[in-house]
Every structure is written in structure tokens, then in C-alpha cells.
């Protein structure tokens, strides 16, 4: 079965620090997209950042990047300068090319920004 | 552009009936997707429909079911209401891509589906 581990149930990081969350997916396909989405307490899932598996250039949104380690199958978040607002549940996902399972999840990892 | 909509937020309902969701997706995007989020299974794909059609499905008993309109617009049904039904029902719509993959997806605020 294709899954999504996020290792850090939680994580807590003081205001205006860096914090990394990790991903790692197992997929045996070669063509897919990964995805990092934010669920704030409204419970609505938010987009982050997306990275396509074929481009080695790891993806910057802002305040938001990714370190992609394709052959390790990994997917960390960066975020840097945090900030109060960032404080939500982070879900790592991905989808085939073939979009037959539609996103993956992972379990999310919970994150609290400290004042 | 306006995001993508759900209809109702919230829903009571018990165990034995049916319940109908609605979704409408963001102006221009062909493809809509449904999730079902539970504190312990976590987030789960449904189905995506494309025009009208069911393209993919995930592994749901087939009391789940859903159907797409010419405005993309999509509805979600559960038949036989059962109490492990109680989730968030996530929508997302998707813009057509290349090659024809649903992959870059928006979410909706969801529907809180209660079964008592």
C-alpha cells in the first residue's frame, strides 16, 4: 500500500524561529506530485506549497520551502520566521500521475507556535 | 475567484438514513474531489469525478456515491447511515492539468456529519 509517514505527531516552536517537519512516502510510481497543506482549527485545508517529483529544484513559497530527497523519498517543510498564525495541523500528500488514489495523507503533524 | 463551496457545514442525521452533500467547485475547474476526515483513519479519498464521470474511486463501501453535474457541480451520498459514517466530508475541486490529472487540489470548509 502507497503511505505517508509524518514522524512528529507534534512540534512546538518559539515565534519568528525556523521549524522543519518531516515526510516520508512510499510510492512505487516515478510520476507524482507532493504536497504540503495546512488545517488551522477552522478545519480548512489549505495549500502550502507543491513540488513535482521530475523537478529537482526544491520549491519556495515565501516563508515556506521543502527539502526533496527524491531517492530517500522524503518531503520536509521549512518554515521560517514563524509566526502565530502558522499554528495549525501540517499534512504531507501526494497524488500518481495517474490521480487512481486521489491525495494520500499522511496522519499530520500538529504544530504550536510559542509566543 | 470564489473558493470552493459545501453545503450544509453541518448535518444531524441517524443511523439508518440517507444523506445528500453538495459542493460546488471553483469557477473553471473541471475535476472535484471528496474526502472523508476522521480523527482515526485520518483523511481518505473518495471519488473524483471529471465531466460528469466517476474517474476515480477509493475504497469505500458502495453506500457511498456521488455524481457530478454539466456545471461541475458535485453532490455526495451516503445511503444506510451507519454511526462510523460521523466524519468531515472534505471537497476539493482541481483545475484541468496537464495530462489530464486532478493533482494540484483546493479544498472546501467541509460538512461535520453527525450520526447518532
Known amino acids: 500500500a502507497q503511505t505517508v509517514t509524518q514522524s512528529q505527531p507534534e512540534m512546538s516552536v518559539q515565534e519568528a524561529e525556523t521549524v522543519t517537519l518531516s515526510c516520508t512516502y512510499d510510492?512505487?510510481?516515478?510520476?507524482?506530485?507532493l504536497f504540503w497543506y495546512k488545517q488551522p482549527p477552522s478545519r480548512q485545508m489549505i495549500l502550502v506549497i507543491r513540488?513535482?517529483?521530475?523537478?529537482?529544484q526544491n520549491a519556495t513559497e515565501n516563508r515556506f520551502s521543502v527539502n526533496f530527497q527524491k531517492a530517500a523519498k522524503s518531503f520536509s517543510l521549512k518554515i521560517s520566521d514563524s509566526q502565530l498564525g502558522d499554528a495549525a495541523m501540517y499534512f504531507c500528500?501526494?497524488?500518481?500521475?495517474?490521480?487512481?488514489?486521489?491525495?494520500?495523507f499522511g496522519k499530520g503533524t500538529h504544530l504550536i507556535i510559542q509566543p | 475567484k470564489a473558493g470552493v463551496t459545501q453545503t450544509p457545514r453541518y448535518l444531524i442525521k441517524t443511523r439508518g438514513q440517507q444523506v445528500t452533500l453538495s459542493c460546488s467547485p471553483i469557477s473553471g475547474h473541471r475535476s472535484v474531489s471528496w474526502y472523508q476526515q476522521t480523527p482515526g483513519q485520518g483523511l481518505q479519498f473518495l471519488f473524483e469525478?471529471?465531466?460528469?464521470?466517476?474517474?476515480n474511486k477509493g475504497n469505500f463501501p458502495g453506500r457511498f456515491s456521488g455524481r457530478q453535474f454539466s456545471n461541475s457541480r458535485s453532490e455526495m451520498n451516503v445511503s444506510t447511515l451507519e454511526l462510523g459514517d460521523s466524519a468531515l466530508y472534505l471537497c476539493?475541486?482541481?483545475?484541468?492539468?496537464?495530462?489530464?490529472?486532478?493533482?494540484?487540489?483546493?479544498f472546501g470548509p467541509g460538512t461535520r456529519l453527525t450520526v447518532t
Open positions: 476539493a475541486s482541481s483545475p484541468w492539468a496537464s495530462g489530464g490529472v486532478a493533482y494540484e487540489q483546493y
Open positions: 469525478y471529471f465531466s460528469e464521470t466517476q474517474r
Open positions: 500528500a501526494y497524488i500518481t500521475g495517474g490521480g487512481a488514489d486521489g491525495l494520500t
Open positions: 510510492t512505487s510510481e516515478s510520476d507524482y506530485y
Open positions: 513540488q513535482e517529483a521530475y523537478k529537482q
